[in-house]
């Protein structure tokens, strides 16, 4: 089964082949999970994304038909779960009160990386994911089909529901402030000379 494409395993786990799922999930699951966790999703919700994608893609056997790209397909899927998990957590923010005591404001686990990981990872890697997390959604999410997942603009456009022209220009952008915010770190990093 490693050697069929994406659409030849659909087409086979639509006539009843259970270990056409198999390799999906060896090729999927992985991407689809750190695809959530860099939209800045935590660890278990990430998880539990990764589950619904193959529970939908389980459930929506039937309709699919091979018009597109498999990976555009299931990245649609992924990016609708995030983009709905992420407005469920600023509709949260809104009411910011515990129930018991509506002075205190309620904590909030923040998708910035604990010290424990900033101390144990290596700092470029740290900065960049920060810098990655502080990009607007559209962009964060283009960038990160592009270059975490590699896949094309033509398909990013499709995923995000955006004209081409304007994946490019988020792209871009996300690159620029990318650039414009690790530029003082680099720079710092290397004594005051960089050559980026």
């Not at 990976?71 to 009160?97: E, G, M, Q």
């Not at 997390?133 to 559209?138: A, D, I, M, S």
Request: glycine share 4%; charged share 30%.
């Amino acid at each position: 089964m490693r050697n069929l494409t994406d659409e030849e395993l659909m087409q086979r786990y639509q006539k009843g082949e259970s270990l056409a799922m198999d390799e999906f999930l060896r090729r999927y699951k992985n991407p689809i999970y750190y695809f959530s966790l860099r939209l800045g999703i935590d660890m278990h919700e990430a998880q539990d994304i990764t589950q619904e994608v193959f529970l939908r893609v389980h459930q929506s056997r039937e309709k699919y038909r091979p018009i597109g790209k498999f990976s555009t397909w299931i990245f649609s899927i992924a990016h609708n779960l995030c983009v709905s998990k992420l407005r469920r957590k600023k509709w949260c923010v809104l009411w910011p009160r515990k129930q018991d005591d509506p002075e205190q404001l309620v904590e909030f686990e923040s998708p910035q990386p604990s010290p424990k990981e900033v101390a144990e990872g290596d700092e470029f890697a740290c900065n960049l994911k920060r810098c990655i997390q502080e990009l607007p959604l559209l962009q964060k999410e283009a960038l990160i089909l592009r270059e975490y997942e590699n896949l094309d603009y033509k398909d990013i456009a499709s995923i995000l529901k955006k004209p081409l022209g304007t994946v490019k220009i988020l792209i871009h952008r996300a690159r620029q402030n990318l650039k414009s915010k690790l530029l003082p770190y680099l720079k710092e990093v290397k004594g005051g000379y960089c050559d980026v």
